[in-house]
């Protein structure tokens, strides 16, 4: 997955890894890890944070279903009571997911963030820092009539803005949805070039869930990413927490690191 962060007239793009190499690593590592004093297995931690961080396939790997252009208008579900579950949830669909996260994997969600909390009470008030926004940033091919990027934007009922000095069109859309997998959608259009999610600059808090075999009620395993001090620039200070949350509720953190200069407080 590509994220595209708009800073003035500078574009930058990040890619994450594929999760065929993840489940290779995966293999081996939950298998054991090295011991650090103070900590739990820290291979096995270092590596549920970059499945957590990295992995954007889960429930939902056939895919979104294939949108006609010019077809009726989308209907958008009504938003979640909890935005922050909504979002993290649409992040796990990743590229391959639907465009709408399920009620049941926002409600596991929500109610896992909830037992991490009062788990771990330092991350009480550290909110998710989403990893885009409900829009995409699209190159177009002026060569190519534009009839059915028009239709889609009109479908989805998105807003668009030409920065034709740049030669980027910004598509937002009304509400939250899974933009990674819209990429693919817009990408398979004629006209459309390149089509990438807008992504957030800065951010402190990063909340992410893999689960093995996509399993709403199984095991999940969470990273989270604690961050303070100019988080505009990437955080001075960051604590890095790993935990496994199981489907009956039981919350074990399986890891925790901190990085950072004197300045920063010790969570240990």
Same mark, same amino acid.
């Given at each position: ?7 003035? %007239?500078?574009?930058?793009? !990040? ?26 297995? =820290? ?7 970059? +499945? ?12 979104? @279903?294939?949108?006609?252009? &010019? ?8 938003? !979640? ?6 979002? =993290? !949830? ?16 926002? %409600? ?15 991350? @009480? ?14 190159? +177009? ?9 028009? &239709? ?17 069109? =910004? ?13 693919? =959608? ?22 992410? %869930? ?20 100019? &988080?505009?620039?990437? &955080? ?28 920063? @407080?010790?969570?240990?």
């Amino acid at each position: 997955m590509k994220r595209t962060l708009l800073c003035g %007239a500078l574009l930058i793009s !990040a890619g994450a890894a594929t999760p065929a190499v993840l489940q290779n690593d995966l293999d081996g590592t939950l298998a054991g890890g090295s011991t650090t004093a103070g900590t739990t297995p =820290i291979g096995s931690a270092t590596m549920l944070a970059r +499945l957590a961080r990295s992995s954007r396939a889960m429930f939902g790997l056939s895919g979104p @279903a294939a949108v006609d252009p &010019c077809g009726p208008g989308q209907v958008y579900p009504p938003p !979640a009571a909890n935005g922050e579950a909504e979002q =993290i !949830a649409l992040e796990m669909l990743g590229p391959f997911g639907g465009l709408f996260a399920p009620p049941d994997l926002i %409600a596991r969600v929500e109610r896992d963030l909830d037992l991490i909390r009062t788990s771990q009470p330092a991350l @009480a008030g550290q909110g998710h820092t989403p990893e885009w926004e409900p829009a995409l940033i699209v190159m +177009l091919d002026p060569g190519q009539a534009r009839d059915d990027f028009d &239709c889609l934007n009109a479908s989805f009922g998105a807003q668009v803005t030409e920065l034709q000095v740049i030669g980027f069109t =910004i598509v937002q859309f009304p509400a939250r949805i899974n933009v990674e997998a819209l990429e693919k =959608i817009y990408e398979g259009l004629p006209e459309v070039v390149s089509a990438n999610p807008s992504g957030i600059l800065g951010g402190a808090n990063f909340w992410s %869930a893999f689960s093995l075999g996509n399993d709403v009620n199984g095991t999940w395993f969470w990273s989270v990413e604690d961050g303070s001090g100019d &988080c505009q620039s990437g &955080c001075i200070c960051r604590t890095n927490y790993q935990f496994t949350v199981t489907g009956a509720g039981g919350v074990t953190l399986v890891g925790m690191t901190a990085s950072g200069g004197s300045s920063c @407080a010790s969570p240990f």
